[in-house]
């Protein structure tokens, strides 16, 4: 009996870190209050203060379970696809994740603004994340060798986190597809120029 309490006290906490990526991915950490995520994972707001002491708290680990998703998601596309993963990775990013509800969206193209605009524990968690989502990244790019890899894969991070931001943006569809389609061959043939 007493693992049945501990496994259903591990599956509200998961129900609670899954509804507050959700609902932080959606409205932004500002966006909504404790009240709102317990809503949002079906418990009382007792019941979330129970796993965490704080609405940062659970944006902490929203984050971490994020970012966890993200590096699981590279990984099987470094499996799926061996050295040209960018290239489906890009694609899945500029056409999926761009269409999908913010609720759904890749955390690091929706937590990373309100990251930028939290504390320095905060901007810590998400830093140390990134880097596993990075060292994941480094591995079988096919794009490059040596010292440079590391850096191709922060501006093939950066432009995928910026081209979907900025397509989410526009009104015009047409503009949305040509962000994305410049986005994807500039990955696809490691230039952005190109």
């Excluded at 909504?32 to 203060?49: H, Q, R």
């Excluded at 993200?70 to 799926?80: D, E, K, M, V, Y």
């Excluded at 989502?133 to 060798?145: E, R």
């Excluded at 501006?155 to 503009?175: F, H, P």
Aim: hydrophobic residues 40%; glycine residues 10%.
């Amino acid at each position: 009996m007493v693992r049945y309490k501990q496994d259903q006290k591990e599956q509200t906490r998961e129900k609670i870190i899954a509804a507050a990526g959700r609902c932080f991915k959606k409205d932004g950490y500002s966006g909504i209050g404790v009240d709102g995520l317990a809503k949002e994972a079906g418990v009382t707001s007792g019941a979330f203060y129970g796993h965490f002491a704080s609405k940062q708290a659970a944006f902490e680990a929203a984050i971490v379970a994020g970012l966890n998703d993200a590096r699981l998601a590279i990984s099987g596309l470094q499996q799926q696809y061996g050295e040209s993963w960018w290239q489906a990775f890009a694609n899945v990013y500029m056409n999926q994740m761009r269409n999908c509800d913010l609720s759904e969206s890749c955390p690091l193209q929706t937590l990373t603004p309100e990251v930028g605009r939290s504390d320095e524990a905060i901007r810590g968690v998400f830093e140390a994340e990134l880097l596993k989502v990075l060292d994941i990244a480094n591995q079988n790019s096919g794009q490059t060798t040596g010292h440079n890899t590391h850096e191709k894969t922060l501006a093939n991070l950066a432009m995928l986190i910026g081209g979907v931001t900025l397509a989410r943006a526009v009104k015009s569809e047409a503009l949305a597809n040509d962000i994305a389609h410049a986005i994807e061959n500039a990955i696809v043939h490691n230039d952005p120029m190109g």
